[in-house]
């Protein structure tokens, strides 16, 4: 019978050999990691999830970098009913004085930067003088605010409850270490001046959710590693009966974590909301093959084999299994390196990394460990000798089930292939979903903030229309205040569209206000706008501007088109104007665009994927039967969980696809173990029926506790505060239940029949 995995189990053979040098070298591995992991940094950009080398992209970042405003606003939002009482107003206004003094800040935009119309050639005196009036003078003022063109709608709620003030940020603040420290000051401050007003404030914007994408990135790493390290061992101790077999099963995990989170950090990978959920998927891509080569050296053991021998027996016998097992998780791997996304591509390329350094500390530590930790063998033997209740009612509950399933494995496979193809019929109708505030910890302020100003300012989502100037126009040329006032009028008229800021604004006003709106004029008065606030709209060489609107946080299937309806709109503009380059972008926009193809492109790479894994298992066991034996218990599974985001509305989402696409090659742990075991104990001539229930009795209890461990492991992420995560550990911990039973279900009968129809000739 031709090797299995073409002898790569027999790197466990060398920790039997030269424990001690394996000792020394694994101990040197696991100090060069430690050292690694401390170079591990995150990455916090909400952006992070499209970042891709397409023109869309980059014309997103030369914005962002030509016109810093949005990445680095800080959104206060303020609400009460007596938002606009006098006392309140003043301790407003003290806030947004202490708020410019606080270092890492460049200016803020409140109710406080409207002012009355000019006099003359003075200076616009403030809308709120100081001190501000009593009685009916104050009364006059709130009417002025409340129909105030700059202020209402846009900084001012219609109902006069709710405001909005713009902090700008330092960008070398936002992109270092300072920013929470500012954040942090910022929220004290807004405590302090604030107090005893009985108003709510919130805090939102960029580098808000970033930093508390972060603490979520940081906090929920530690709570993985030590919420699924415990359940492992909790596992491993109820089901060994023994410290030194839960050590030997446990530590292989822990170690693999190690070094490829330290691998990870000596790469400079960046730590992000998919690689944090590379500790649990290492943790169990281990675990499952630990568990499996544990369970069998201790089985040889109990036989009467000496520890050697029977750590031996176990890489020889399980080992090959435990390689395709990491290979075909690699492989699901592999399909994620294909996507647009960088961030997606990283997170692929990750899991190989991680999934092979995963094999080596399998197959290296656990006859390492069992050499020197498993002492007088004989004697455990007979204290375990007929009091292992627990995996013997495991093993009468697996040959009960192998007993049904292989007395009519027609009937069987039919029900299992009626089941398959009802689900993927489900499976086919989901549609691709995106919605920024699943990328934010929805326990936070942020979101809540967001959905106040979705509610009462039209929505916190920027959106900018660039226009870039073509050669010989400037700044205040007719044509060119012709098309900002063009673009300008066509955003604020679009649907879903508010909170419209431009250059055309402060024209406007002038107009209204001054009376006259000459280019003169409007040059006068950019230059007395504060330059942070000039350089929000115009770039610094004056050849661009943008037009920035605000739109909900909506999906992005219904975002999308009311952005393609204002690039429509757009086009009389760029008729009108030749030579004038108007483009829409923003991160909102690019969501809009490129998150319902990434999603399908991820779908339509998991089916690829199906096949190829499936071809790669025939290929190893080299049996064409074998091949289509694994695609039903392969599938099953990812529909399965497919029908269950159908059956709650949540459509596919890039969690999701993520998810299924690395359930599907960690799902197919138990086929495999199954398939190797049931080659070995398939014999020519004799009814497959006992081979089945032989194989199944063998590993059965096994593969029920390592799914268990593999859905537990995995569960760890529903206590995250990222929606996104969340989803990720409930789905991956579904379809890992939905595997088991596809393996005990469907796969018996399919391979029974398959047995039956082949003459016991599937394998070479």
């Given at each position: 019978m031709h090797p299995l995995a073409y002898g790569i189990e027999r790197i466990g053979l060398i920790s039997l050999r030269f424990p001690y040098l394996v000792a020394v070298v694994l101990a040197v591995a696991a100090i060069l990691a430690a050292f690694g992991i401390g170079r591990i940094k995150v990455d916090d950009s909400l952006s992070q999830l499209f970042r891709s080398n397409t023109p869309e992209f980059h014309q997103y970042e030369d914005v962002t970098a030509?016109?810093?405003?949005?990445?680095?606003?800080?959104?206060?939002?303020?609400?009460?009913?007596?938002?606009l009482a006098r006392d309140n107003l003043s301790k407003l206004?003290?806030?947004?004085?202490?708020?410019?003094?606080?270092?890492?800040?460049?200016?803020?935009?409140?109710?406080?930067?409207?002012?009355?119309?000019?006099?003359?050639?003075h200076l616009p005196a403030p809308l709120f003088p100081e001190p501000l009036p009593e009685g009916a003078a104050y009364e006059a003022l709130l009417q002025k605010v409340m129909s105030n063109e700059i202020l209402r709608g846009k900084l001012l709620s219609l109902d006069g409850k709710l405001t909005l003030a713009v902090l700008a940020l330092d960008p070398a603040v936002v992109n270092s270490g300072k920013l929470r420290d500012v954040v942090g000051e910022v929220r004290k401050t807004m405590d302090e001046d604030l107090a005893g007003s009985g108003l709510s404030a919130e805090l939102s914007g960029v580098p808000v959710m970033q930093l508390e994408i972060r603490n979520a990135v940081e906090r929920d790493r530690i709570v993985y590693n030590a919420l699924g390290f415990l359940g492992g061992?909790?596992?491993?101790?109820?089901?060994?009966?023994?410290?030194?077999?839960?050590?030997?099963?446990?530590?292989?995990?822990?170690?693999?974590?190690?070094?490829?989170?330290?691998?990870?950090?000596?790469?400079?990978?960046?730590?992000?909301?998919?690689?944090?959920?590379?500790?649990?998927?290492?943790?169990?891509?281990?675990?499952?093959?630990?568990?499996?080569?544990?369970?069998?050296?201790?089985?040889?053991?109990?036989?009467?084999?000496?520890?050697?021998?029977?750590?031996?027996?176990?890489?020889?016998?399980?080992?090959?299994?435990?390689?395709?097992?990491?290979?075909?998780?690699?492989?699901?791997?592999?399909?994620?390196?294909?996507?647009?996304?960088?961030?997606?591509?990283?997170?692929g390329e990750a899991g190989i990394i991680a999934t092979l350094i995963a094999l080596v500390s399998v197959l290296t530590l656990i006859p390492l460990l069992g050499m020197f930790l498993i002492r007088k063998e004989a004697a455990f033997a007979k204290s375990v000798k007929g009091a292992d209740m627990a995996v013997d009612a495991l093993r009468r509950f697996c040959g009960w089930i192998a007993a049904r399933m292989v007395s009519r494995p027609g009937l069987y496979s039919l029900c299992g292939l009626i089941v398959v193809v009802g689900l993927g019929f489900i499976y086919a109708d989901l549609q691709p979903r995106y919605h920024l505030a699943d990328q934010v910890p929805d326990k936070e302020k942020a979101v809540q903030a967001n959905r106040a100003l979705d509610a009462k300012l039209t929505g916190a989502q920027p959106v900018d229309v660039l226009i870039e100037f073509p050669k010989g126009q400037s700044l205040y040329s007719p044509e060119?205040?012709?098309?900002?006032?063009?673009?300008?009028?066509?955003?604020?008229?679009?649907?879903?569209?508010?909170?419209?800021?431009?250059?055309?604004t402060l024209r406007r006003w002038l107009a209204q206000k001054v009376g006259k709106s000459d280019v003169n004029t409007l040059r006068q008065y950019v230059s007395y706008l504060p330059k942070y606030l000039v350089e929000r709209f115009v770039s610094k060489d004056q050849n661009a501007v943008v037009v920035e609107g605000r739109l909900p946080d909506i999906?992005?299937?219904?975002?999308?088109?009311?952005?393609?309806?204002?690039?429509?709109?757009?086009?009389?503009?760029?008729?009108?104007?030749?030579?004038?380059?108007?483009?829409?972008?923003?991160?909102?926009?690019?969501?809009?665009?490129?998150?319902?193809?990434?999603?399908?492109?991820?779908?339509?790479?998991?089916?690829?994927?199906?096949?190829?894994?499936?071809?790669?298992?025939?290929?190893?066991?080299?049996?064409?039967?074998?091949?289509?034996?694994?695609?039903?218990?392969?599938?099953?599974?990812?529909?399965?969980?497919?029908?269950?985001?159908?059956?709650?509305g949540q459509g596919l989402q890039f969690a999701s696809v993520v998810a299924l696409?690395?359930?599907?090659?960690?799902?197919?742990?138990?086929?495999?173990?199954?398939?190797?075991?049931?080659?070995?104990?398939?014999?020519?001539?004799?009814?497959?029926?006992?081979?089945?229930?032989?194989?199944?009795?063998?590993?059965?209890?096994?593969?029920?506790?390592?799914?268990?461990?593999?859905?537990?492991?995995?569960?760890?992420?529903?206590?995250?505060?990222?929606?996104?995560?969340r989803l990720f550990g409930w789905l991956s911990s579904f379809a890992m239940l939905t595997a088991l039973i596809a393996d005990l279900f469907i796969l018996r009968p399919t391979i029974m029949l398959l047995l039956r129809w082949s003459q016991n000739r599937l394998w070479s």
């Open positions: 030509r016109f810093p405003s949005s990445e680095y606003d800080v959104l206060l939002v303020i609400q009460g009913d007596k938002l206004r003290d806030l947004v004085t202490d708020l410019q003094l606080i270092d890492g800040t460049r200016g803020i935009i409140s109710l406080f930067s409207a002012r009355q119309p000019p006099e003359g050639d061992c909790l596992i491993a101790i109820l089901f060994f009966r023994r410290i030194s077999f839960m050590i030997i099963a446990a530590a292989p995990p822990l170690l693999a974590i190690l070094l490829a989170l330290g691998m990870l950090g000596w790469l400079d990978f960046r730590l992000n909301m998919f690689l944090n959920v590379m500790t649990p998927l290492i943790m169990v891509i281990s675990f499952s093959d630990s568990m499996q080569l544990t369970y069998a050296a201790r089985d040889r053991i109990l036989a009467g084999q000496s520890k050697a021998d029977a750590l031996r027996m176990a890489i020889h016998v399980v080992g090959p299994a435990c390689v395709l097992t990491h290979a075909t998780a690699g492989l699901s791997f592999v399909a994620l390196t294909f996507s647009n996304s960088d961030l997606i591509r990283s997170f060119t205040l012709a098309a900002i006032a063009a673009v300008h009028s066509i955003v604020e008229k679009q649907a879903g569209f508010g909170n419209v800021w431009s250059l055309e999906d992005s299937s219904k975002l999308l088109p009311i952005v393609d309806a204002l690039d429509k709109n757009l086009g009389t503009v760029r008729a009108a104007h030749p030579g004038y380059e108007i483009a829409v972008t923003g991160l909102a926009v690019i969501a809009a665009h490129n998150s319902a193809g990434m999603i399908e492109k991820l779908n339509r790479g998991l089916t690829i994927e199906i096949v190829f894994v499936a071809a790669f298992i025939g290929l190893c066991f080299r049996s064409f039967s074998v091949m289509l034996a694994s695609i039903m218990p392969a599938v099953f599974p990812v529909f399965t969980a497919g029908a269950a985001l159908w059956v709650l696409t690395v359930s599907f090659g960690l799902g197919l742990s138990a086929t495999i173990h199954f398939l190797n075991r049931l080659r070995l104990e398939d014999t020519p001539g004799e009814d497959p029926a006992i081979a089945v229930e032989r194989a199944t009795i063998l590993v059965g209890p096994a593969l029920i506790l390592t799914s268990i461990v593999l859905a537990c492991g995995l569960a760890m992420t529903i206590f995250s505060q990222l929606p996104s995560l």
